[in-house]
Nanobody
Framework: QVQLVESGGGLVQPGGSLRLSCAAS????????MSWYRQAPGKERELVAT????????NYADSVKGRFTMSRDNGKNTVYLQMNSLKSEDTAVYYC?????????????WGQGTQVTVSS
C-alpha cells in the first residue's frame, strides 16, 4: 500500500536547523512531484516547497526562500527538507505530499505529518 512517512521533526531554538525526511513506498516515486506543506495552529495548510519529478527543479514559498532546501533521492524513494535559520513562525506540522499529474487529472498522497516547534 502507499505510504509516506515523515520524520525529523522536533523542538529547536530560533536560528537552529532541522532536516526532515519523507520516505515513500507503494508507488513509482520517481514519476511523482513531491512537496512539503505545513499547517500552524489556527491557520490553513500552506505550500512550503516542491520538487518536480523529471528535472528535479525546486520552488519555494517566499517565506522560506534562502533558508530551506528541498531535495529528492530517487534511489532511496525519499525527499528531504533542510531547514536553516529557523524562526518561531516556522512552527507547524509539516506534511509530505506526492502528486502524479497527467493533463488536468492528478492523484495525491499525503503523509501523516511531523511536528516542528521553534522556541527558546
Amino acid at each position: 500500500q502507499v505510504q509516506l512517512v515523515e520524520s525529523g521533526g522536533g523542538l529547536v531554538q530560533p536560528g537552529g536547523s532541522l532536516r526532515l525526511s519523507c520516505a515513500a513506498s507503494g508507488f513509482m516515486f520517481s514519476r511523482y512531484a513531491m512537496s512539503w506543506y505545513r499547517q500552524a495552529p489556527g491557520k490553513e495548510r500552506e505550500l512550503v516547497a516542491t520538487v518536480t519529478s523529471a528535472a528535479g527543479s525546486t520552488n519555494y514559498a517566499d517565506s522560506v526562500k534562502g533558508r530551506f532546501t528541498m531535495s529528492r533521492d530517487n534511489g532511496k524513494n525519499t525527499v528531504y527538507l533542510q531547514m536553516n535559520s529557523l524562526k518561531s513562525e516556522d512552527t507547524a506540522v509539516y506534511y509530505c505530499k506526492a502528486r502524479y499529474q497527467r493533463g488536468s487529472s492528478y492523484l495525491d498522497y499525503w503523509g501523516q505529518g511531523t511536528q516542528v516547534t521553534v522556541s527558546s
